[in-house]
């Protein structure tokens, strides 16, 4: 088999709230090269990581990992809405290798997915359905979350689990780096969005959903005029971040737990443990080069926004 892997931020401010026209054509550059190099390298299989934001998972039952055996996404803020295709089968066998090698994974023959899966398809592989995809949800904001530790752990098992297949497959990730947009936390909400959060908030009417996404597009407004309006970007953390994934060092991380990195960069950065899952994945494939890496705060995104390439050392460019 053959892996390759590419992480990118993601946000749904896209074409609601912009950055400058140069920031713009930069990372549609960038987008645009990953899309080129996925095409090279053909995937057979793709593995996506994801976080989800309340509109698939709620607290009335909320896994810190979940694999699709089958999943659609709800196409919020614009994004594509439709089923995935899921090789069902495969999900399976993926699921059983996870359990074997300790590390208990939900599954779900019904999941619901958002922006954070359907933005990565659309951008990289052209739609939802172009490559069977076998989606992993990592819980990054229902507290209490799952550590650096557990989510390099469910990467390994999945690498180990692909390693087997005589496949190309292409590792995603979705998701950060530092950001912290207005997601409502359960300690702190009234009785309304609390019930929303346990589950009342699946398949929003369109009002509704109408009304949650123009706060956020507000709250980025609002981020662009007074950056202490949410917590700040943290460029400084992300390039560090980015530096540890380079350099092969992300087991690294298992020392920073989940308080300290809120407080550091925001509370949506756990985001970024899809990022650690797969390039966790690809570095039970053996030993790998990193490459196309793009960094630049951008306000109007709510996100630390971000990209970064790898393949296995020794494997031909695509
Ligand atoms: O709709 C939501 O609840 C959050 C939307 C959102 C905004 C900025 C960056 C993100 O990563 C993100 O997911
Ligand atoms: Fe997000």
């Given at each position: 088999m053959s892996v390759y892997l590419q992480c990118l931020s993601h946000t749904p401010l896209v074409g609601h709230v912009d950055p400058a026209p140069e920031v713009l054509a930069e990372v549609d550059a960038v987008v645009r090269e990953a899309r080129q190099r996925i095409a090279r390298f053909a995937p057979e299989?793709?593995?996506?990581?994801?976080?989800?934001h309340y509109n698939g998972f709620f607290y009335d039952l909320m896994p810190s990992f979940c694999i699709g055996m089958a999943a659609h996404a709800i196409g919020d803020?614009?994004?594509?809405?439709?089923?995935?295709d899921?090789?069902?089968?495969?999900?399976?066998?993926?699921?059983?290798?996870?359990?074997?090698?300790?590390?208990?994974?939900?599954?779900?023959?019904?999941?619901?997915?958002?922006?954070?899966?359907?933005?990565?398809?659309?951008?990289?592989?052209?739609?939802?359905?172009?490559?069977?995809?076998?989606?992993?949800?990592?819980?990054?904001?229902?507290?209490?979350?799952?550590s650096f530790q557990r989510a390099r752990l469910l990467g390994e098992a999945i690498g180990r689990f692909t390693r087997g297949l005589d496949r190309r497959v292409l590792l995603l990730a979705s998701g950060g780096l530092s950001h912290q947009p207005?997601?409502?936390?359960?300690?702190?909400?009234?009785?309304?969005?609390?019930?929303?959060?346990?589950?009342?908030?699946?398949?929003?009417?369109?009002?509704?959903?109408?009304?949650?996404?123009?706060?956020?597009?507000?709250?980025?407004?609002?981020?662009?005029?007074?950056?202490?309006?949410?917590?700040?970007?943290?460029?400084?953390?992300?390039?560090?971040?980015?530096?540890?994934?380079?350099?092969?060092?992300?087991?690294?991380?298992?020392?920073?737990?989940?308080?300290?990195?809120?407080?550091?960069?925001?509370?949506?950065?756990?985001?970024?443990?899809?990022?650690?899952?797969a390039f966790a994945a690809l570095s039970a494939c053996g030993p790998y080069r990193a490459e196309a890496r793009y960094y630049r705060p951008i306000p109007e995104w709510i996100a630390g926004f971000g990209a970064l390439s790898a393949r296995p050392v020794g494997q031909a460019d695509a």
């Open positions: 299989l793709v593995i996506l990581f994801s976080p989800d803020y614009g994004t594509a809405a439709g089923p995935l899921v090789p069902r089968e495969l999900a399976e066998a993926c699921a059983a290798a996870v359990l074997e090698a300790g590390v208990d994974v939900a599954v779900s023959y019904r999941m619901q997915v958002d922006h954070g899966f359907a933005q990565p398809l659309e951008l990289l592989l052209g739609g939802l359905e172009c490559c069977p995809v076998i989606p992993v949800f990592v819980n990054a904001v229902a507290a209490p979350l799952p207005p997601v409502p936390e359960l300690a702190k909400v009234d009785a309304r969005m609390a019930e929303r959060l346990l589950g009342g908030g699946r398949n929003l009417p369109a009002d509704e959903r109408a009304a949650r996404q123009q706060r956020v597009i507000d709250a980025a407004r609002a981020f662009v005029e007074d950056p202490h309006s949410l917590h700040p970007l943290n460029p400084e953390w992300d390039q560090a971040f980015l530096d540890l994934l380079v350099g092969g060092r992300v087991a690294e991380l298992d020392r920073l737990s989940n308080a300290d990195l809120s407080r550091l960069a925001g509370r949506s950065t756990h985001e970024v443990k899809t990022w650690v899952a």
